[in-house]
């Protein structure tokens, strides 16, 4: 066998322990590893979902915006409406003074 070789019982020992070592050392990296991997699968799942709510947010904003501007027209054709609305009862209101008018004319004359 190749340890054997080696030389005295003492050296096969410290070659034991070395490689327990290095097994063991193998070990806590291996784990570090898995542990890291673990983390960053949730890290990525922390960062997607924060990527999602971020993408909701954008369309909420945008939304809004849109529902200001949307707001903001309907206002001013409220406005034009209602000034449309007085223009139009003005108009009104002249035209049957005029009919009286005509009226008390046409009354004088026959």
């Known amino acids: 066998m190749f340890l054997t070789n080696i030389g005295d019982g003492m050296e096969v020992e410290e070659l034991h322990h070395v490689l327990q070592e290095r097994d063991s050392s193998i070990a806590e990296f291996k784990a570090k590893l898995d542990k890291a991997e673990t983390d960053q699968k949730q890290l990525q799942k922390i960062y997607n979902s ?56 046409d009354a004088e004359i026959r």
């Open 50 to 105: 924060k990527q999602q709510e971020l993408e909701k947010l954008q369309r909420k904003i945008k939304l809004n915006a849109e529902n200001e501007q949307l707001q903001a027209q309907v206002k001013e054709f409220q406005n034009k409406e209602k000034n449309i609305s007085s223009s139009l009862d003005e108009t009104i209101k002249r035209m049957r003074d005029k009919e009286i008018v005509i009226s008390r004319l």
